[in-house]
């Protein structure tokens, strides 16, 4: 499996951004998909995270700001982030789980909040 993350960018405090992540290769063995993020100095952490099924997951920091969807079609995973804060500020990642592999990574892309 190969993951792409696009959107990343610079946005002002309360602004939005999507990101989007294109997968190709094996996904039809892909059960869980999710975006994490690592801000310089801290460590990888869950963003949000959805199920084949449909259930999603989010990190308390980012419950009622951000959304994670996926196209099933396009094979593409989506972050639509609002009222986004300095804290936000990181290199995110898509992953995605399949059963006994190792998780996928995409490459990550870079989202600066400030004024």
């Not at 920091?61 to 079609?73: E, L, M, P, Y």
């Not at 639509?80 to 996928?104: F, K, R």
Request: with cysteine.
């Amino acid at each position: 499996v190969q993951l792409q993350a696009f959107g990343g960018g610079l946005v002002q405090p309360g602004g939005s951004l999507t990101l989007s992540c294109e997968a190709s290769g094996g996904v039809s063995s892909i059960y869980v998909w999710g975006w994490y993020r690592q801000a310089p100095g801290r460590q990888r952490e869950l963003v949000a995270s959805i199920r084949h099924s449909g259930g999603a997951n989010y990190g308390d920091h980012v419950k009622g700001r951000f959304t994670i969807s996926r196209d099933n079609v396009k094979n593409t995973l989506y972050l639509q982030m609002n009222s986004l804060n300095v804290e936000d500020t990181a290199v995110y990642y898509c992953n995605a789980v399949s059963i006994g592999a190792a998780p996928y990574w995409g490459q990550g892309t870079l989202v600066t909040v400030s004024s």
